[in-house]
């Protein structure tokens, strides 16, 4: 039988109030009662999945608040990183969570290296941890010389650390990898401190330092390195903190980090609490207090004050005894209170396992199992209010919690008024984060009261002590904090400011924050324009102010100018209006009668008052009073002013002026007439455009992809089938119709169809707008696309971007001939979809060209199609400068990187290809630019000659270089003729023999000489590029002599490892074309020989023998004798024998 609630308990104590990195780092008890959330879980399989697919982003910050468990999270990754033979519980534990994501760390061998961050610097501490590190393992030469290096403190090499940190970890990392690791992990803890040091300290370099440890995580190729940081907030938030600023090199660093959130919700800490208490059977068998459990947790659940989004949750709380005796509010409460104002899950589980005072094991020892009662939110005040300080980061939130302390502790007999109080203290700390309003009802949950009204009541005497308020339509309370403000002293230093300013002032918030819209241009033109009203006076002349984008910006300006009635400042007005020219300004005297100018003023001073409450964020009450005030005051301006700007009938409206003149019958116009007036006279030249989804500045996103899929289907020109289905609606077809079809552009053809400039009387004529674009494209100095399209926005013409630039990209494709384009200086050789959404996307990057029809030189155009021909690059079609200049552009391009930077070509080849490489304009180019060249070369060739000689000795750069490499491994492998020649010896001589050979170089050389599946000038590629390490399209000149050393070396190990594979009869094919020998003389030393034969050697040794048989026909063996003495006599022999090492090219024996 239980007696205290304790004794149902087990309350496991295994979580510490703090872990730290650096200590624990290696320590498996550490996190032996380690609960993987879906949080962590999620975050190891991102760092996880990253490294097990050889991602090149190697650099991680974990961002989460104050003891979320950051940094047992780092102890946890640092241990699968281990590997599962380092560290098996930390694997098997995160397999019983994750299976899949364990497995990604199954073969693992990382070193994990902790840093704690600290007010110093970071090479600092970076240092201190790799000495720390060092002193783990023997010192071997890797080990030594990095002590050494580091045995200056702060300093790597003689320099800083900060300025070498890369390095260090690079050396530091290839040590690691010495010890039998695949690799490092780096794990940064508390990196905050570090930005809060770098801050003060801008000067020691911490920012190179942390930049260049990222990009050695993230070298591509190079995997040796993992970082990742901890901190609860971004890099900004730190330095503020100490009142300091962060430049923006530090926000480039911090990008240099993928982000991994780390926060747990609410619901999760009742996981924690459920293995933390460890209610007993004995305990939570108790049918009655299951029944009760339930009842309070599915009120909890019903109110959102828990929620149950995962299956593990519904399970939790099907069974919410095993959550006893934690009150539902107060799991929720202690949540929240814990990541806002102490250390989140360690302070959770500090107050769960403690012998604190008034915490959850101290009210457990005390209280009795008989009622079963619930560690509600007045023994959460108790716990927090005991001494147990919270950290507040919001003065206004502190002042409310001293208040109630103090309230609380001034309460005299009532014991029901502290605990109520109690509650709406703890309540407020939480409310906005649980979206809770403090109401009757949920006070009287919390305290476990049936009766609501009972609990009202006790509310509202609390309301007439001064203690509480009420809020919201009397329903919520809350502390009465002090907040009081003098409305009136407010309101009087708001009314300093003269008449005069406050009238204006009150005018443009009414007047300047609406947009009029031009609703009988719209009916003509299709095209919604609007117009802004900027207020001022004679001493302050309105001046347009650009609106913020959000708000969008308005086609023209009512200038509205406040006077009196026959005053000379009335007088001065009209006299300045005369003067003004501006086309798309319309200006305007009002006369406003005292009443009026008394109703601004009004409105102005309660705005100001108004953001003076706003500002200092006072009670509601303050903000709904002058909010009250703030609305009668408009109301008032909307009698007084506004009737002054309508005209109605027998009333006479304001006098409108436009560029100095009375705009005619203004007198009958309101505001929205005149803006039709304004826009039909500037805009006369727009075409009428009914199709809202597209003519606009800014079209939706769903428009803009609309617009590119009928851009895409114009670019793929005619299939022979309808464009759209009888039953497709989609916005693209609206668009085609609107643009395309109704302006004559789209001419059908039996089933096909083909683009036409416009017609002119068309559904919609935009001949005018056609003509202005090849006005535009055909200027001296070529526009951007983004200036052709404010040409066409401009009055007379007036045209959305929307509209404008479907209309330029169909003049770029019906022109397309004629029309250049340019991105960033480069001839964009084919129009394509990819080209066009960057076009749309940065217009100010592209300049279009239209190039002057009708001037072409017949003979020039003739030559350089003759050229090009005999490249086969002649472009098809009409032949233009412009088809000729992208075809010779396409064949350039197409050139490899040897041909585009060698040396061995003629001076005219490398005249003609610098003029091609630095080339932008390609009519220039032709006309001007090559034969200019062509009269530098002095060459007594026709144009048309030296150009092809040119263009020819160019484009065969590479066939050459390819005969060179082969002319090359001919003579190193003794190997005379053609490459197949080469190719078919080698490989008949290496065929299976390369099967046991050791030595990696040889033996890839050997596999590659044997590839049969390669044509010959693949197999050339990969003989050439192992010994080089580059493929042959992209060799410089100085690689040819690299190649010619590096086949020469491994011509001789060839020869001697097939000597040797001779000797064994190894190589049956390669004893058809070598011969060795061996001679010993008089003293017991050996000499040998191995040389290969060929045709020469072979009519050599014919006639060399029929000498031997004339003179020693008789003596074969004299013959013998005679040969062996001439080959001693040779030094080729002592050489072969005694060298030790590989000669120098230019010293190289043939053989």
């Known amino acids: ?183 490092t992990v780096l794990l940064i803890d508390e990196v905050g401190k ?93 049918s009655t207090l299951a029944q009760s459990a339930r009842a309070v947790f599915d009120i909890a659940l019903e109110q959102d004050i828990l929620r149950a989004p995962t299956s593990a949750d519904k399970r939790l709380f099907q069974h919410p005894e095993k959550l006893y005796p934690l ?39 005390v209280a009795p199992v008989d009622g079963h009662p619930w560690y509600r939110l007045t023994e959460v005040f108790d716990y927090l209010a005991s001494g147990h300080g919270l950290r507040f980061r919001d003065l206004a939130a502190e002042r409310r919690w001293a208040f109630a302390v103090t309230a609380i502790d001034r309460q005299g007999n009532d014991a029901d008024a502290p605990a109520a ?26 305290l476990g009261q049936r009766d609501v009204a009972e609990t009202k009541e006790r509310l509202d005497c609390l309301v007439s002590q001064g203690l509480l308020i009420r809020r919201h339509n009397r329903s919520e309370y809350g502390f009465a904090v002090s907040e009081a403000v003098n409305i009136e002293a407010l309101y009087d230093d708001a009314a300093q400011i003269t008449e005069g300013e406050l009238v204006v002032r009150g005018a443009t918030h009414v007047l300047g924050s609406r947009f009029v819209i031009a609703n009988r241009h719209y009916d003509r033109r299709g095209t919604i324009r609007t117009l802004a009203i900027d207020v001022g006076t004679v001493s302050a002349w309105p001046v347009a102010s650009r609106k913020k984008d959000s708000e969008g910006q308005p086609d023209g300006w009512l200038r509205l100018l406040l006077v009196t009635a026959g005053s000379k400042e009335q007088r001065e007005a009209l006299d300045r209006i005369r003067g003004m020219d501006d086309p798309l300004s319309v200006y305007c005297c009002l006369a406003l009668s005292s009443q009026g100018r008394a109703a601004l003023a009004e409105l102005a001073i309660w705005l100001t008052v108004q953001q003076d409450v706003t500002s200092k964020r006072l009670d509601p009450w303050t903000s709904q009073y002058v909010d009250s005030r703030l609305h009668q005051a408009k109301e008032d301006v909307d009698a007084v002013v506004f009737s002054a700007l309508a005209a109605g009938p027998g009333i006479a409206g304001p006098v409108y002026w436009y560029q100095g003149k009375v705009i005619p019958h203004c007198e009958s116009m309101n505001v929205n007439q005149v803006a039709s007036w304004l826009f039909e006279t500037v805009f006369k030249g727009a075409p009428r455009i009914v199709n809202e989804l597209i003519n606009k500045d800014r079209p939706a996103s769903a428009v803009v992809l609309a617009r590119q899929r009928l851009v895409d289907l114009l670019l793929a020109g005619p299939t022979g089938k309808s464009v759209f289905g009888d039953k497709e609606f989609p916005p693209e077809r609206l668009i085609h119709a609107t643009l395309v079809r109704d302006t004559g552009i789209w001419e059908i053809e039996g089933n096909n169809w083909k683009l036409v400039p416009p017609r002119k009387g068309a ?106 021909s005999s490249l086969g690059a002649a472009p098809t079609g009409e032949v233009t400068y412009l088809a000729l200049a992208r075809s010779l552009y396409r064949w350039f391009g197409q050139l490899s990187d040897f041909a585009k930077q060698t040396g061995r070509i003629s001076k005219d080849a490398v005249l003609v290809r610098t003029r091609l490489g630095k080339a932008q304009d390609p009519i220039e180019l032709l006309t001007t630019t090559l034969p200019q060249a062509h009269q530098q070369s002095k060459a007594s060739s026709s144009f048309v000659e030296w150009l092809s000689l040119a263009l020819t000795d160019l484009g065969m750069s590479q066939r050459k270089l390819q005969e060179t490499v082969a002319v090359e491994l001919g003579r190193v492998f003794g190997i005379a003729g053609q490459l197949g020649r080469i190719r078919s010896q080698l490989q008949a001589e290496c065929s299976g023999a390369a099967t046991g050979l050791a030595d990696a170089r040889l033996k890839s050389f050997i596999l590659r000489c044997t590839d049969v599946t390669l044509t010959d000038e693949k197999w050339l590629d990969s003989v050439a590029s192992l010994l080089v390490q580059r493929p042959l399209d992209t060799w410089g000149d100085e690689t040819i002599e690299n190649f010619a050393q ?81 080959l001693q006599g040779l030094n080729v022999m002592q050489i072969q024998l005694n060298s030790t090492k590989e000669k120098g090219h230019d010293e190289r024996e043939a053989g």
């Open 763 to 868: 559904t919609v004529d935009i001949s005018v707008v056609w003509a202005e674009i090849s006005r535009v494209m055909t200027c001296e100095e070529a526009p951007t696309f983004e200036q052709v399209l404010r040409a066409l926005a401009a009055p007379p013409f007036g045209v959305r971007n929307g509209p404008a630039s479907v209309w330029v990209t169909l003049y770029l494709l019906i022109h397309r001939n004629h029309c250049a384009i340019f991105e960033r200086g480069t001839l964009v050789l084919e129009l394509t979809s990819e080209y066009i959404q960057r076009m749309y996307k940065n217009p100010h990057t592209f300049q279009l060209r239209e190039l002057p029809q009708g001037q072409d030189s017949v003979d020039l155009l003739r030559d350089y199609g003759s050229v090009l």
């Open 327 to 365: 009150h539902p509010l107060t799991l929720a409460a202690l949540a929240i209170i814990s990541k806002r104002y102490g250390q989140s899950e360690r302070s959770f589980h500090a107050f769960l396992n403690s012998n604190e005072p008034a915490g959850l094991r101290d009210f457990a020892q």
């Open 1 to 183: 039988m239980l007696d205290r609630i304790i004794d149902g308990l087990e309350l496991r104590a295994q979580h510490t109030r703090s872990i730290s990195l650096s200590r624990d780092l290696h320590d498996e008890a550490a996190i032996a009662s380690y609960l993987p959330t879906p949080n962590a879980v999620q975050a190891l399989k991102q760092i996880g999945s990253a490294l097990a697919n050889d991602s090149a982003q190697r650099a991680w910050k974990v961002v989460g608040p104050y003891g979320s468990g950051k940094s047992a999270l780092g102890i946890v990754l640092a241990q699968l990183l281990q590997g599962p033979s380092a560290c098996p519980a930390v694997h098997e534990m995160l397999g019983s969570a994750s299976a899949s994501v364990a497995n990604l760390f199954a073969s693992s061998n990382r070193f994990p290296m902790a840093v704690v961050g600290a007010r110093l610097s970071i090479g600092l501490a970076l240092g201190t941890e790799i000495h720390r590190s060092l002193a783990r393992w023997p010192n071997g030469k890797g080990v030594s010389g990095l002590k050494k290096q580091l045995s200056e403190p702060g300093y790597y090499k003689g320099r800083p650390i900060n300025a070498v940190a890369g390095e260090l970890m690079r050396d530091f990392c290839s040590v690691v990898s010495a010890q039998g690791f695949d690799g």
């Open 194 to 286: 570090f930005v809060e040091h770098a801050a003060m300290h801008p000067d020691a370099g911490d920012l190179i330092a942390l930049q260049q440890l990222a990009e050695e995580a993230c070298r591509p190729n190079d995997d040796s390195l993992a970082l990742v940081v901890m901190q609860h907030q971004h890099f900004a938030s730190y330095a503020a903190g100490i009142g300091r600023a962060l430049d923006d090199e530090w926000h480039k660093v911090a990008s240099r980090f993928e982000e991994i959130p780390f926060d747990e919700p609410v619901e999760r800490y009742a996981h924690f609490a459920a293995h933390a208490l460890g209610v007993k059977p004995a305990l939570y068998r108790d």
């Open 1046 to 1126: 590096a086949a020469t070396e491994i011509g001789g190990h060839y020869r001697r490892w097939l000597r040797l594979v001779m000797q064994r009869k190894g190589a049956p094919r390669a004893a058809e074309r070598f011969v060795s020998v061996t001679l010993t003389g008089a003293t017991g030393q050996e000499s040998a020989l191995f040389v290969a034969k060929s045709e020469h050697s072979a009519r050599l040794a014919r006639s060399i023998l029929d000498l031997l048989e004339k003179q020693t026909a008789t003596e074969p063996h004299t013959a013998a004798a005679a040969l062996a003495e001439a």
């Open 421 to 446: 109080l109690k509650t709406i203290a703890v309540l407020e700390l939480v409310q906005a984060s649980l979206r809770l309003r403090i109401t009757p009802e949920l006070v009287a949950y919390a």
